[in-house]
Structure formats: C-alpha cells, structure tokens
C-alpha cells in the first residue's frame, strides 16, 4: 500500500487498524457519484487503506487503478432483472475480499450489497450515500439502511428526513461534496497554446461571450433553457455563443437530435457547440463568460457551482435545491426563481456586462470532504 499523505493524516488520528473498503457503484463513465467514488478510493489509499471499487466499469477505471485502487467489474448497477443473478457473484467476490466497510452509492447496487454480506461473518459495516433527490418509495428506501447515511446537503438531509420519518437523524451525515482548489485555481486563465487548440477544435465559439453549461445528456439538466437564453440574448442583440459540455453520451442520440432541431429552429446553429464529456473543464470553466446550472428539477448539490467559483467564474443558476442552496450562501447575485425565463435572461445580461466579486472559497474543499468520510469509517471499524 502506498504511504499516508501527510496532508490527510495531519488531521486524522493514525488508524489503529488499516481498513478494507468496498464502494459499489453502477459504473464509472461520468457524474458526481462516480467522481466522489474516485475522490474516497484516492484518500483511502492516500491513508494507507486497501481501495476496492465494484462496477460495471468506464473510462475512470483505469484512473482509478493508476491511483492506486483496485477494481472489480461486475454489472450491479443496470435497471434489469438479469442484474439479480449477479448477486451470488457479489456475495462471492465480498466474502473473498473480507471487507470492514461496504459503502454503496446507488439503490441497486445497494440492495444487491444489503443482501449480499447477510450471513457474512464477521458482517462488514454498511454505509450508504444518498446523492440525489431520488423519488420516495421502498426501492429508494435501501440507501436509508445504511449504519451512517452519507448525503450531500442541508436540503437533501431535510429532504430523507422529511420522507422517511423511521430513519433516525443521528445516522445521516451532512458531508458536502468538494473540489480541490489546486484544481480549479483562483483567478486561474488558460495558457495560449490551449486557447489555440480549443478554438482550432470549436471555432464557432469565437468572437463573444461564452456561456457553458456543464452537464450530462439527460433532460432535467436545462439544455432547452440554455438554447432559449442564447436565443432571446440574441434577440436582444447581445451577442454570445453556448457550449453544451458533456451532453454527447452513448444512447442520448435521439435527445441530441431534440436539442440540434431546437438550435436550427432558433437560428443557432453556428453559436453552439455540444461535446461529450472532456477533461479540460477547468481551462473551459476558466475562459467561460458565464457558468450555466439550469437543472428544471431541485437537485441534492451543484458540483460545477463550487468549481467554478473557486476559479473566480461566475455562475447563474435556478434558486432551488442544493444549487440555490449553494448559490445563496456564495454567490448569491447568480440565483433567479426556477423557470423565470425572463429574469433569466435579465441576470445573464447583467453578469456578461458586470458581474459582482467573486470572493476565494473557503469551504467545499475536497479535503473536507476526505477527511470527513474517513472520520466515519473509523467510527465504525474503531
């Protein structure tokens, strides 16, 4: 195992035992769960802990591995009844890896890892992350089973609480996500030689403003918003161009088609640019006029917010959810009512013309994040 960071441990009483730690998630492409997983594998190993990842695998994968973890692929996590025949093969692989935490991020992989250490001797401690506004039920129910429940916000605790009044406050644990502010520096502006590439690659997205909206090709997270804000500025006559980033995903296409109609039909189609997934977002946060989060529905955090306020750039977002929650505590000027087109529009001129300072974070860091997580595996395993 690799030697414990200084900078985790100086905070962290020396564990008197080195932990094994399963984290079950459904697969490791893209989003806030998979990254928080990779976040909590890179501190454990960090600690001098022994890192295991379940999924179905992805392109972080191999990051994971080179970080230091150890991945096991196994389909826990796809919306299928075959999914249950994996079970026994679960159970299998846990009872070889004789595991102290077993830590599921996700409902299926969850019931799959609730039933699998039954019977399990000794029996591994069982702690769920609840990381988004999941609709209330018995199938959601599973990630308040958990010895400790993980989430993410104020308004996602108020909200589990709120829906499952059996669960007892004491086991839910407020742990923000957060980013690394060496990642996503202050006031950090791409070097020329980037630049370059990046609008040799996407010149349509030279000569204005640029707005991007940083999220998965799904529905919920605004794209049609964006499309509409870029359109009305455009009306107005202010000029600006709109970078989609991440929304090009496998299986999206027919939704792809939805959103390049939408842009045709609102004459845009050489102001707007969508691309899969990338690893330069902070150089393209960085560059960006403006930071779009637009999701129609509340969402438990706001990842990109965090990131792009630590790098100085502004961000305008709907006040609902842990996004408004974000946005009324740091950068309050950012928030308009969720579905204001208007005042939408209203605010996105005014911030591209001046918008308010932006001050350095001083929470929401990654470490916190780490150290907290770690703090209550040791509670367990101690």
């Known amino acids: 195992m690799k030697a414990a960071s200084p900078e985790l441990m100086s905070s962290i009483a020396v564990p008197a035992k080195l932990m094994t730690v399963v984290q079950l998630i459904p697969a490791l492409h893209s989003g806030g769960a998979e990254r928080s997983a990779l976040e909590m594998a890179r501190a454990l190993v960090q600690a001098g802990h022994r890192s295991i990842v379940i999924s179905a695998g992805g392109r972080l994968a191999e990051q994971l591995k080179a970080e230091g973890s150890e991945h ?3 389909d826990i996590g796809r919306k299928a009844l075959r999914t249950l025949t994996r079970l026994a093969a679960l159970r299998r692989v846990l009872r070889e890896l004789k595991p102290d935490i077993v830590h599921a991020r996700s409902r299926l992989p969850a019931w799959l890892g609730w039933w699998a250490i039954k019977g399990m001797t000794p029996r591994p401690h069982f702690v769920t992350t609840v990381h988004g506004l999941n609709s209330p039920g018995r199938y959601s129910a599973i990630l308040m089973r958990g010895e400790r429940v993980i ?25 923000p996500r957060g980013i690394d502010p060496e990642a996503f520096p202050y006031g950090h502006w791409p070097d020329d030689a980037w630049q370059k590439a990046f609008y040799a690659e996407y010149p349509a997205l030279m000569g204005a403003p640029l707005l991007t909206l940083p999220a998965r090709g799904t529905r919920l997270k605004g794209h049609h918003d964006a499309i509409e804000l870029l359109a009305e500025l455009k009306r ?4 600006a161009r709109l970078l989609l980033l991440g929304v090009i995903e496998p299986g999206r ?16 189609s050489s102001q707007v ?50 996004v408004g929650e974000l946005l009324a505590e740091l950068y309050p000027a950012g928030r308009v009512p969720q579905g204001d087109r208007e005042r939408l529009v209203e605010r996105a001129a005014e911030l591209m013309r001046l918008a308010p300072p932006i001050a350095p974070l001083q929470r ?9 997580t770690l703090a209550l595996y040791e509670e367990l395993v101690g």
Not at 154 to 165: C, E, G, I, K, W
Not at 253 to 268: C, K, N, S
Not at 274 to 289: E, F
């Open 236 to 239: 107005r006559g202010i000029e």
């Open 273 to 322: 640019v969508l691309t899969p997934p990338r690893d330069d977002v902070r150089d393209i946060y960085a560059l960006s006029t403006l930071i779009l989060q637009l999701s129609n529905k509340p969402e438990s955090f706001g990842r990109t917010v965090i990131e792009a306020l630590s790098l100085c750039r502004p961000v305008l977002g709907y006040a609902h959810g842990g």
């Open 364 to 372: 929401y860091r990654l470490l916190d994040m780490q150290r907290a």
């Open 253 to 268: 296409e027919a939704y792809l088609d939805e959103l390049r109609e939408l842009i045709r039909v609102r004459g845009l």
């Open 151 to 175: 989430v993410v916000s104020q308004t996602l605790r108020d909200y589990v609480l709120s829906h499952y009044p059996w669960l007892e406050p004491s086991r839910v644990r407020v742990i």
């Open 72 to 74: 096991v692929t196994l």
